[in-house]
Every structure is written in structure tokens, then in C-alpha cells.
């Protein structure tokens, strides 16, 4: 998929976040931030299997990140891949199976098997949490416990650039949240720097990004992580249970 950025400054793409429209919603298999005045091939997954017939000329940013499950596998396929082929290619097969596991688990139907569907047919269900969990001032990093357990951590190099992604993230995990569920288990401070250390303890490969920087991946048999770091810093990093 091309992407031309056409302006003066660096754009961030976001792995696991979902782009509307041409002839198949896409999902980013990594965080790129794109060159200045470029033209770049970035590396996508389709998460509409039945559809080839365009609805509109351009991308559009969804307002969902990609269902943890699905992402944490995209991501685990495409670690595979760089180590393999050094290639940023996901198992697309998978990705397409994931996503057919959510909508049958919440019971959405969708005509092109597409993700997005099930975002929608939930989206009222699931803006109670984007509501009771605003994004604070400063805030740049999200570690989301499920049933009392690290599921995910987010971390972002400025709270500018996390505020536009916060709500997505929260939508993405939400879906993992049964409609009649129970009261959850109250998360520890221990169970957070355990999930820290160990991914820390993960072993790490690191692959030239498509754009600035470095992209680095990490796996261990629970964790599945990758972050693009330019100069010293992190600009965005996800690690997946």
C-alpha cells in the first residue's frame, strides 16, 4: 500500500490502528513515521475478507485500534516474518480467521466479514468505558488489565500524540469485555511491574523501519511486542499478551 506524505513535516503511522476504504479496510503491521516528501510502501493487512470493490478513493483512520487478540497474532506473524524473509508480512490467513473469532464471539454478522462491523454493532456498548476512563493530563503510556491481569501496554514519546489514540486503544480491548460481565479483579501495582519485567526479559530483533527509524520486535511465550525508536527515543511501543 503507498502512502505519499506531501507535507514539510514527519507523519506517524500506528500499528494495530485500522484505515477505511479503497477496496479493503487495512490494518498497519508496524508504527512507521513516514519521511518528509516521500512516497513509501508500508506494510498492511486486509480485515475485510469479502470485499474487492472500492467505496472510496483514499484511506480514512478508523476509530478503533484492531482487536488485542488479533493484533498481538498480526504481530507475532509479522516478528516471524523479519527474522525469516525481513519482510514486514503478517500471516493474512490468520488475521482474517481472528477476526471472523471476534464477530462470531459477539454474535455480529457482517456482510464482507469486515472488523469494523463488529466495532460498530458495539459501539454503544463499549463507550461507557471510553467515558469512565479519560485520557489525563500528560498521560503518555496505557497498561490495560483484564480480570486483574495485564493485557496490553501502550506507550507513546508525547502526551499530544497519545491523546489521539487513547479512546482507540480503550475500543480495542473493550471488545474483549463481555456484554454481562462480572465485576473484574482490582489490578495490583505488583502485577504491573511483573508485566514490565518481563517484557524486559524478552529477547529483541532489530529491523530498518520503511521510515525513520528503527523497529524493534520482542517475543516471549506470553509476550508479543514491538516498538520504532528514532534517535533515543520511543515514539511508539506495544507489547501484547
Request: charged content about 25%; hydrophobic content about 35%.
Amino acid at each position: 500500500m503507498k502512502v505519499i506524505n506531501s507535507g514539510k513535516l514527519p507523519v506517524l503511522l500506528v500499528d494495530g490502528e485500522e484505515l477505511l476504504g479503497a477496496k479493503q479496510n487495512r490494518v498497519l503491521n508496524a508504527s512507521i513515521l513516514l519521511t518528509e516528501n516521500s512516497e513509501t510502501i508500508i506494510p498492511v493487512s486486509c480485515t475485510e475478507h469479502g470485499r474487492w470493490h472500492a467505496r472510496q478513493e483514499h484511506f480514512t483512520p478508523s476509530d478503533a485500534f484492531i482487536a488485542k487478540n488479533v493484533r498481538a497474532r498480526k504481530n507475532s506473524s509479522v516478528a516471524s516474518s523479519l527474522r525469516i524473509h525481513r519482510e514486514y508480512r503478517s500471516d493474512q490467513d490468520q488475521v482474517w480467521n481472528d477476526i471472523a473469532e471476534v464477530s462470531d464471539r459477539l454474535g455480529v454478522n457482517s456482510d464482507t466479514d469486515a472488523y469494523q462491523d463488529t466495532v460498530q454493532a458495539r459501539i454503544k456498548d463499549i463507550q461507557q468505558y471510553i467515558e469512565s476512563l479519560p485520557c489525563r493530563e500528560g498521560q503518555t503510556r496505557l497498561l490495560v488489565f483484564l480480570s486483574g491481569s495485564p493485557v496490553g501496554l501502550d506507550i507513546f514519546s508525547s502526551p499530544d500524540i497519545y491523546r489521539k489514540f487513547h479512546a482507540k486503544i480503550i475500543r480495542s480491548h473493550a471488545l474483549d469485555i463481555p456484554k454481562q460481565g462480572k465485576a473484574g479483579v482490582t489490578p495490583s501495582k505488583q502485577a504491573a511491574t511483573d508485566f514490565i519485567g518481563d517484557i524486559v526479559k524478552c529477547g529483541e530483533t532489530a529491523h530498518p523501519s520503511v521510515g525513520y527509524g528503527t523497529d524493534y520486535r520482542c517475543q516471549s511465550d506470553r509476550i508479543t511486542g514491538a516498538a520504532l525508536v528514532y534517535g533515543e527515543e520511543v515514539i511508539h511501543g506495544g507489547f501484547l499478551v
